[in-house]
């Protein structure tokens, strides 16, 4: 920070502050125990599910009008299973041990509250094929090879062209194939097999090489609950692995989440111990003395605990970015105890009371220090005005996280130096870098030789940088973000996308609902055209998950109100003929259809307790439960379809969810539907979270920078010197920028705000910059002196500043999360580029400026 002249008067009398030095030491520690009651033993909660980040859309809001009328959304838990000697995974003895394992998992749950809703999996599958066949009774184990399996199963002289004819069964097929079985699936041998069973000698198994089970869970649990469950489960079935030859691994949101939460507390004491340890390394070098570096470790401590225990006490709810709050409090924090500690030390060698000395020592620095404090604090509580609420409450955090540190580092510091060394006499100065007068004349001998060098090379820089922003940079948002590569669940969620073309598929939902103070759907016959328009126009629809069968036929996978009709009529013509419906290539309606037999044939289906999908061994009363509502008359009140896309990145989700909304749109303003349509789900409120980042850092960087534009019209008075000022600044954030490209970094949710911390944390290396140069100036009578007086003092201040704030932020860098990681870097290349252009560039135009002052005045 810079340097100032020595105050006559302080802020407060020297008498009165060391009557209160006691005082302020009882009130701290009354308020750190209490504020530290807040967060031990029971330390707060961490909440990283996506719905936390997604900012309330109109879809959200229908849903939750339509949530009561039907049951939670699925949360499927997935698990991989390989061979461990790379054997086929579905040869007759390795689908013993998957129905061995899965029966355990089944009496576990059966034994805790029903846990498990349902199983997708090869063992279920081909047990329901047993089931219904003339070998009902028997089950899997009780075959020891494949071809007994055919035999007792399929009819005699079936061979796999059969299969032709039957779209569904080709589709159900396909379904199977992409999203249960490895890629490199073969049943050639049991093609073989079948074509010619008398003579067939070889083993008629399928080869594959892994397979997925899909678990569904409860969706009746708490997120917690739900957790926890799929993390016993993930338990269970590890042990299994370890007395098996098989590998069962576990992977799924809820285990993402809660692998998260379970890392959060384990990430911020290692954090905060790495800062610590920075701290208390940086203190030592900068004084070497006991006091020197336990008075401010103190001062930092207690800042933490007024930080997350006065956030715990007013019932915030802590996200995953809250592990970033500590290092960056005490890399900011630790900048203003050096500081001031640095001015406390002077005035005592001088022979001033410690009480006067501390005064002094803030006087002099209250402007500068006021102005970090201030800027860096607008540049987080911009965030505020952010869409997402976590990271309303991450920038919320981080600037009570200043604040605290900035009072902790004055007052509470400043106490402990009172009290401790009130009868102590004043010491000799020690050895400090307070002055490099080579380094101020180096510098310069520099602007002297290059002002046009730098302009050139800082204008090319910037303009390589927008045009990489522009061509790279992109915005993303993932939870698996926050986790270890090389944890068990992502090494899980790595083996689902190598080996299934399933393992990007998820969710989202085609949501209908009356229109205006409608209280039922009509489903006249154009409300059938236009669902089998939707129906058709999904199969084309890029990303929608439409299995192609070895037939060529594509069906995409969603359930509805069509699905399921086509299914019943197709399975039972009596059915179709009792509520005038019928199938000539499409499900339509015949002559004697009236409005209501649709809802009539819907609301008959949801009395049937028998088997509609043997895939997944839903009943048709389930699969209508989870479609269709209906009011007390039994008509259709709303429809909630579910269709699987397939995402694996931010991109993808954008993309895929421009072309499902157009087709949604498409069904919507048809004119054969009167209801309003909206589209939800898990893409969705990605999209929200990627719109609310953009907007997020949109606004804050605007609103820090008309914070700081404001303070220095107030400092300067002109616009001129303002914008010389702020110059600096704005091509730092565009280098920011620039760097985040090359380094093949995104805008993820804590990167968003990097371009108005820099803004903030620039604009006070500019301020500090421009005081030292103008009164050095006026005090040398000459521009160059000046300059050279504001690098020998102001300027190696800077360094050593800028230097702590540094290793600060680079803690951030010790994180196991990437998104941490790549926060701390970011903000690292910040300060950077911030004091490079404060002392590069801008005494460039300082200069220039000034020379033009007097070259005008002169003539």
Known sequence: MGDGAVPKKTLVDPAIFERSATAILFVSLMLTIVLGAQLFPNLPNFDTDLSSFAPETDAEKAEARMSEHFPPESRPMFI?????????????????????????????????????????????????????SDADGSSLSDFSSW?????????????????????????????????????????????????????????????????????????????????????????????????????????????????????????????????????????????????????????LSAALVW?????????????????????VVLGLGIDYSIHLQRRYNTFRAEGKTASVAWLRGFETLKVPLGLAVITTMAAFIANIVSPLP????????????????????????GALHVVMERDSEAYAKHIEWMRFGNFGNYMVGFQKMHQAKVIGVVALLTIGSVIMAAAKLETEFDLTDFLDEDMDVMQGREALYDSYDAAGWKPIYILIEPSGDADSIPDDASFLVAHQLLDNWLESTNGVVAPHSTAGNIHPVYDGPYPILFDAVEGDTNFGSSFNLNIDGELETTQEYSNGDIAAALHSLSQNQSIADPLTGETWAERVDKSIAFNDENQIQFIRMEVLIEVKTSSDSSAVLAAFRSTVDNFANSGLIDADVHVAGESVSLEAVLDGLTESQVQSTLISLA??????????????????????????????????????????????????????????????????????????????????????????????????????????????????????????????FSLVLAMVLLPVFLILDSQSKNGTQAS
């Open 80 to 132: 991989h299973v390989v061979d461990d000697s790379g054997g086929n995974v579905l040869g007759i003895d390795n689908l013993h041990l998957q129905e061995a394992a899965l029966q355990s998992i089944m009496n576990h749950s059966s034994s805790s509250q029903h846990y498990i809703d349902s199983v997708i999996a090869a063992p279920e599958i081909l047990q329901y094929s047993i089931d219904e």
């Open 147 to 299: 071809s007994d399996l055919l035999d007792a199963v399929l009819e005699d002289g079936t061979v796999c062209t059969d299969a032709l004819g039957d779209d569904r069964a080709l589709a159900a097929g396909a379904f199977i194939q992409d999203s249960l079985l490895h890629r490199d699936l073969n049943y050639d041998a049991t093609c073989d097999y079948l074509s010619d069973p008398e003579n067939s000698t070889a083993d008629a198994a399928p080869s594959a090489t892994s397979t997925l089970w899909v678990i569904m869970i409860d969706p009746n649990l708490d997120d917690t609950e739900r957790q926890i469950r799929q993390a016993l489960l993930r338990d269970q079935l590890d042990a299994i692995s370890a007395n098996s030859t098989l590998d069962y691994h576990s992977t799924s949101l809820d285990l993402v989440s809660h692998d998260i939460n379970q890392s959060t507390v384990g990430e911020l004491a290692m954090l905060i111990t790495g800062a610590v340890l920075v701290v208390v390394l940086l203190l030592s070098i900068a004084f070497r003395s006991v006091r020197g570096v336990a008075f401010p470790l103190v001062g």
């Open 307 to 327: 930080t997350y225990g006065g956030m715990a006490m007013a019932g915030i709810q802590f996200s995953i970015l809250e592990v970033a709050v500590a290092p």
């Open 390 to 413: 976590p990271l309303r409450i991450f920038g919320f955090a981080l600037a009570f996280g200043v604040f605290c540190a900035f009072a902790s580092s004055t007052l509470l510091v």
């Open 707 to 832: 914070v700081c534009f404001t303070v220095l019209l107030a400092l300067t008075r002109r616009i001129g010197p303002a914008l010389i000022i702020v110059l600096p600044v704005g091509v730092a954030a565009t280098w920011v920028v620039g760097a985040m490209a090359l380094l093949n970094l995104n805008w993820n949710v804590m990167t968003v705000m990097v371009t108005a911390l820099t803004i903030g944390l620039g604009i006070d290396y500019s301020i500090h910059v421009w005081r030292r140069f103008e009164a050095m100036k006026s005090k040398e009578g000459d521009v160059w002196s000046g300059l050279r007086e504001m690098y020998a003092s102001t300027g190696v201040a800077l360094v050593l500043s800028a230097g702590t704030t540094v290793c600060g932020f680079s803690v951030l860098l010790m994180s196991q999360m990437p998104v941490v990681q790549e926060f701390g870097l970011v903000t690292a290349i910040t300060v950077f």
